[in-house]
């Protein structure tokens, strides 16, 4: 199929999924105008050049947020929202004046809006919706997302799950496997402030023994699922980016382990988890929680993923090749 005429807009172009994009749509022969604060074609708060690249674009990819890979205080808790509503607002606000506005506008969004699950896996059509600070910033978002009348732009909000790849999450959990601290990471009792707990950021005891699940997908799959968005009319509001082969945590981890023959791993408890996501500067949140996600509009729709299994996602990440 011929790639669209117009180009592509890219949100949120420096961070781990933007840079994966940008290369692999140029070198399809899109054209891509990016938007940053920082090293783009156009920085946010000019909403004028913003209006200019969106009108005619033939897709609008939203992605701008600041990480949740922070401790959770007031002033990072603002941040959080605060980048991700603002640069929705503004493409949206550009969309909603273009004279040729594009199609398709795919936004981050993210799995962890779906609540602790360790009965059974969330989709789009059964899935619970959670509660908490973390929650809380995914349903923003999307409220952002799907909040102002655009007739001719089909929106989709693309619930991610851990995204694996080259860099990304993986880049310290191959430091921390490598120096023996590669271990399955076990929940248990630690105390929540009052004020963390009205703030939503405290997490509670759940699955034991590292049996949280693990859903994720690999990032070319995250692309190709973008690419199968633009081909595949009948998808619209939010579609779960998640491998259908959700794992657990500690099974990801014992890959990790095999993957870089680093035998050794002992079992981390909470205490110590919530030790070093101090030191860190990290939330245990991101670990801890059961995310058991299935794409459930994609697999009906056809969508194939090139990397289903979790060891042959872990292995081209860490560049492997797999024994003939």
């Not at 990480?67 to 603002?78: G, H, P, Q």
């Not at 969330?122 to 978002?141: D, H, K, L, N, P």
Request: charged content about 25%; overall charge positive.
């Amino acid at each position: 199929m011929p790639a669209p005429a117009g180009p592509v807009v890219i949100g949120g172009s420096t961070g781990f999924m933007g840079q994966y994009l940008i290369p692999r749509l140029r070198s399809a022969g899109r054209e891509v105008i990016t938007i940053s604060r920082t090293d783009a074609d156009i920085s946010w708060g000019d909403q004028r050049a913003i209006d200019s690249a969106v009108d005619g674009a033939s897709l609008v990819i939203g992605l701008a947020g600041k990480s949740v890979n922070c401790r959770y205080t007031a002033e990072n808790r603002a941040a959080i929202f605060r980048s991700r509503l603002d640069t929705t607002a503004s493409l949206s606000t550009a969309i909603a004046t273009a004279t040729n506005p594009p199609p398709l506008w795919v936004n981050s969004s993210t799995a962890t809006i779906y609540r602790h699950a360790e009965d059974r896996p969330m989709t789009e059509s059964s899935g619970e919706i959670g509660r908490g600070f973390s929650v809380e910033v995914a349903r923003a978002w999307e409220r952002a997302l799907f909040a102002d009348d655009l007739p001719q732009t089909r929106r989709v909000a693309l619930r991610s799950a851990i995204v694996l790849g080259h860099g990304g999450v993986l880049g310290p959990i191959r430091t921390l496997a490598r120096r023996g601290l590669g271990g399955s990471q076990h929940d248990g009792r630690w105390p929540i402030t009052p004020a963390r707990r009205a703030a939503g950021t405290g997490h509670s005891p759940g699955a034991r023994r590292g049996r949280q699940r693990f859903s994720w997908v690999h990032v070319e799959d995250v692309a190709r699922i973008i690419d199968f968005l633009e081909q595949t009319p009948s998808l619209e509001g939010p579609v779960n980016a998640s491998s259908p082969n959700p794992s657990d945590n500690a099974e990801f981890m014992a890959v990790v382990r095999r993957l870089l023959g680093a035998g050794f791993g002992p079992p981390l408890p909470r205490w110590m988890l919530e030790i070093g996501a101090m030191g860190m500067r990290t939330e245990t949140e991101l670990i801890l929680k059961s995310r058991w996600v299935i794409p459930e509009k994609l697999t009906l729709a056809g969508f194939e993923f090139a990397y289903s299994k979790l060891e042959d996602a872990v292995r081209e990440s860490f560049d492997l090749r797999r024994a003939a």
